[in-house]
């Protein structure tokens, strides 16, 4: 079958030609200023494309009219124009379907495919009345050649007076209408036809009654149960050879009403999906098999994957694993549960899902997830943490930090007091005395950092000062575990509040001892490293060699991966089995 796109000028045909093209392989694509009667020969179906543009819109029309001046009448003819006023010009025009374009594309698809099963249905209709024209014909010599024709079709045959008085019916309307042909023999043609329907009936007897050989409509006929059975009815007149005087109508009609509804399910179907898309949050359901079945936009996004990527799908290959580790696929009822996911853009995610479980039939059921977006929300609290321990962190040190100064003004003058006259014992005494006051001072100073905010706009850190504080304030954990060494070179400013900065810092270096079995420090080694990175960048790298306790450094990381994306810098991560786990925090040098 053959398919003709005809466009005007402004109008772009590429996206038609291509949802075209997946349906049909032979499509022509003409402009409409040149399109000719010749055209649309032997061409199924016509999709006229139009702009917004008036003068556009004209060479659609004058296309329209062209298409259904053809003598065979012409192609299925699907209009597509940018505003419901063209619509509805073409329409008067006699266009057998229309859309708005642009529009949903998978609505495009189902109704070209819809207007391709018509023209094949046409064909085999004009097939079908042509035969039936012969034996019509042949039926008039004989009646029962007539009858034993339409006693053996599936089909519904039935003859009318001119008044609409059926004087014949066939046995199929037993089948398709649950009536015995004699109930219905000399019943009016409306006695059960659907109300709404009436106008399509008059309409088609008034082209036989003008001349026409034969005429078509769809119409729905009440059964003897109360439903309505959908039918395409094909109608020719019996003229009286002298007068040309319509003596009989002879009907052909055909139970579509399985075809109505299948299409009524697909544009519910549909719809159904629009109504899911519009959800904001991404969504979707498992079957039983753990197969995702539907899966909204939003969905799709979260994952950076088109919708058949994602549709029949494992949901535990595609979907991202929870806190704590994967729990039973199949919750009682319901349940929540927070999950971390790499976002397209490469930005970590915490989510908040919330799946119930549903029982559709006896033995089926199906699990609906629904995500909602925390990052924020988490963000805010780890915000408030922050704060709280900045503050904590300056009053202990402030409340610490007075009467240490007296602690060491006073050491240093007992000191000096006793001059030569102090013992050995004595002055090691005060020495170490100062020495860890000293030392309290230093980590009152580094704790300070955690509180600390820059002043400048964009804010910007001294990542070295952090380094060497972020380190004193580990270093008692860490040396508990492994031997630590560090390179700490002098570099630019990084881009950053120093106080995220350190605690992503410290939660690396915690994350990396803990990784580290117990035991003997010297089998096991933490390495610090502050250097210049790739261009524009700093490199802080921490690297833990030694056996594996099983604990991943990686678990929970999404809180300090956010403080330090925020700041546009990242964290990545290497582990080798047996030789031990490899964290670079990396970030932009200010300007």
Known sequence: MKALLVASSKAD?????????????????????????????????????????????ASILAACRTLRSAPDGGPV???MAATPE??????????????????????????????????AQRKKDAVRAAMLGDALRHAERSEQRFRHLAESSTEILARFSPGGVRLYISPACRTV???????????????????????????????????AQVAGAIIRLQRKDGEYAWLETISRPVRDPRTD??????????????????????????????????????????????????????????????????????????????????????????????VTVKAPDGSQRVLAEKRVLLAVRKEERLLVSIMRDITEQRQREADARLGTAA??????????????????????????????????????????????????????????????ASRETPPRTNIKRVVEAALMLTCGVIEARARL???????????????????????????????????DPKANEVRVVLAPAEEGMICVEVFGSGRSTGTSAE???????????????????ETTPGRGTRLRLVLPVVG
């Open 13 to 57: 045909p590429q996206p038609l030609e291509r949802l075209l093209r997946d349906q049909c392989s032979d499509v022509a694509v003409v402009p409409a200023l040149e399109l000719a009667a010749a055209s649309s020969a032997g061409i199924g179906i016509a999709v006229l494309l139009s702009s917004e543009d008036e003068q556009d819109f």
């Open 555 to 573: 678990a929970g990381l999404s809180l300090s991966e956010s403080n330090v994306s925020m700041h546009g810098g990242r964290i990545d991560m």
């Open 86 to 119: 063209h619509i509805e010009t073409l329409c008067d025009e006699g266009v057998d379907d229309f859309m708005l374009w642009p529009g949903n594309e998978s609505l495009v698809t189902s109704r070209v495919g819809l207007l391709f099963r018509r023209v």
């Open 245 to 338: 005087v319509i003596e009989e109508l002879v009907t052909v009609s055909r139970d579509i009403t399985a075809m109505i509804h299948a299409e009524q399910e697909s544009l519910e179907a549909e719809a159904r999906l629009a109504v899911i898309d519009a959800v904001p949050d991404p969504l979707s359901v498992e079957d039983d098999t753990g197969r995702i079945t539907i899966a909204n936009r939003a969905f799709c996004a979260l994952l950076g994957r088109s919708r058949e990527e994602v549709l029949g799908q494992s949901a535990d290959a595609l979907k991202p694993t929870p806190k704590g580790g994967r729990p039973d696929r199949w919750p009682q009822t319901a349940d929540e549960r927070e």
């Open 485 to 519: 060494s560090s390179e700490v070179a002098d570099v630019p400013l990084v881009a950053g509040e120093p106080a995220r900065i350190a605690l992503a810092l410290v939660d690396i270096l915690l994350r990396t001892i803990r990784a580290l079995p117990e035991g």
């Open 77 to 79: 003819v699907l209009a």
């Open 391 to 452: 503050a904590l962190s300056a009053g202990v040190a402030h409340e610490i930090n007075n009467p240490l100064s007296y602690l060491i003004g006073n050491l240093k003058y007992v000191s000096e007091a006793l001059g030569t006259t102090k013992s050995e014992d004595v002055a090691k005494a005060l020495d170490e005395a100062t020495s860890g006051a000293k030392r309290i001072a230093r980590i009152m100073r580094d704790m300070r950092i955690l509180g600390e």
């Open 177 to 211: 209408l649950g009536y015995e042909p004699d109930e219905l023999l000399g019943s009016s043609i409306l006695d059960i036809l659907h109300p709404s329907d009436v106008s399509k009936l008059l309409e088609a007897l008034g082209a036989l009654d003008a001349g």
